[in-house]
């Protein structure tokens, strides 16, 4: 999940989706948030049983993880997507795709309203993609900080659209990445603040969804994994460009790269259900 969240596009959801684990990581994150507002109100009872129901030991190594792939694979990532960023893109194009089969399967009672709503939003997404990033704010205000925070953090748990893909959308990529650069640590607080408040509540929004309504949610997100192609065609510019181009004389070597992706991702998914049973 670490290793996707480094490259805009892909999401750690998406890879939580494909091993099994994306419901139980939305229930955590759901108690985690309920916890949170019980302190709030002064109900420490319904504090303390709402932390006990979060599965720490799940939770725990699960961000361990994601906070040593990002620590350890940033830099190597960042060279490649230098150096061969069109075979980089065919690769996570792979794992899209592979990943959007393997969800499918998931659905419980698949129809042609499931077929129709997830075109509806892999369209939908894929022409917003087309719009770009936005205009860049130099001096964007606190409130844009915290509201960038709240959107962003939403796509952690979103298979399909990454935080560093919404911060390109609403132009504040640059002034978030400035902030940490110059170590602005009362705008990152309050970007910190923004996250922690969207998650508390979307993961809440998107437990009840999950729980009375899977496959028409599961639907929509196969559709933002879909739409969310765009930024992963290889051609002209490899990741994140939202520009599209006829395959150039390297489809051979971008196709056997999205081939090794669709099936590490399905060996994933494999090796997931496995030791699952």
Not at 81 to 91: C, D, F, N
Not at 144 to 156: H, N, R, S, T, Y
């Amino acid at each position: 999940m670490g290793t996707a969240d480094l490259v805009p596009g892909v999401s750690g959801g998406t890879i939580a989706l494909v091993i099994g684990v994306y419901t139980q990581l939305v229930t955590s994150i759901r108690e985690g948030s309920s916890a949170l507002g019980s302190m709030l109100k002064g109900d420490f009872v319904g504090f303390r049983q709402h932390l006990r129901a979060v599965e720490w030991a799940f939770l725990v190594p699960l961000l361990a993880g994601i906070l040593l792939a990002i620590v350890l694979l940033a830099s190597f990532l960042e060279n490649q997507l230098e150096e061969r960023p069109i075979v980089i893109a065919g690769l996570f194009l792979g794992l899209v795709i592979g990943s959007i089969v393997i969800a499918w399967r998931l659905l419980r009672r698949p129809d042609r309203r499931h077929v129709a709503l997830a075109v509806l939003v892999g369209v939908a997404l894929f022409l917003i993609l087309g719009f770009g990033e936005g205009q860049v704010n130099s001096d964007p205000s606190r409130l844009a900080f915290f509201g960038a925070g709240a959107l962003a953090i939403c796509a952690m748990i979103l298979p399909g659209i990454s935080g560093s893909l919404i911060l390109l959308m609403l132009g504040m990529y640059a002034p978030v990445l400035g902030a940490v650069t110059d170590r602005d640590y009362g705008t990152i607080a309050i970007f910190a603040l923004g996250a922690v408040i969207g998650l508390a509540l979307f993961s809440q929004i998107l437990y009840w969804a999950l729980e009375h309504h899977h496959d028409i949610v599961l639907a929509a997100l196969i559709g933002l994994m879909a739409g969310s192609t765009r930024i992963l065609w290889p051609w002209p510019d490899g990741v994140a460009s939202s520009d599209l181009a006829a395959p150039g004389d390297d489809v051979l070597v971008v196709g056997l790269a999205a081939v090794v992706g669709a099936v590490a991702v399905s060996l994933l998914s494999r090796l997931a259900v496995t030791r699952q049973s």
